[in-house]
């Protein structure tokens, strides 16, 4: 058993507030059932899910004493794409269910040097940053866009 304070229980951004620490993962570190986590204060802590979650920028988790925890997403190296239409490129990406965070004058993507060059074929511009990455969720699962099945059945969508 562990000595580290440990929390089996995710409230939801926006629906709490007054967090003891922060702790700042990149989108992949974001899904998870069981992990160690350290805080920006330095002190670390055991998140103990009964399933897999996929945590937002915002969520806190709850630790047995009642402290909050807020999850914050970390910098990561991720592409800037730009373009005249972008609303073709977003296409692009999404039916290649790449996860995307989608703004008003840009779209940002994980690092990817095939998409990024498929989307320069398609008139995009491309730029490195490192910057916090918080995709859209998709429409079938919270959080990821690859938590849905592609059936083939008659109700396949």
């Avoid at 160690?36 to 945590?55: E, I, N, P, R, Y």
């Avoid at 692009?92 to 998409?115: F, K, S, W, Y």
């Amino acid at each position: 058993m562990t000595d580290l304070p440990i929390a089996q229980e995710l409230c939801r951004r926006g629906t709490w507030q007054g967090a003891a620490a922060r702790c700042e993962l990149t989108y992949e570190d974001r899904f998870f059932r069981r992990r160690k986590l350290t805080t920006l204060a330095g002190w670390s802590l055991v998140a103990d899910f009964s399933q897999t979650l996929s945590l937002e920028e915002g969520d806190a988790l709850v630790l047995a004493d009642g402290r909050l925890v807020e999850i914050g997403a970390a910098p990561e190296p991720l592409l800037a794409v730009r373009g005249p239409d972008l609303a073709r490129l977003a296409w692009h990406v999404g039916n290649r269910h790449t996860p995307c965070q989608i703004e008003a004058e840009r779209l940002l993507i994980r690092e990817d040097r095939v998409i990024a060059h498929m989307l320069e074929h398609l008139g995009a511009e491309i730029s490195a940053l490192e910057a916090p990455f918080t995709p859209e969720g998709g429409a079938y699962g919270h959080g990821r866009t690859h938590s849905h099945a592609h059936g083939h059945s008659a109700h396949a969508h």
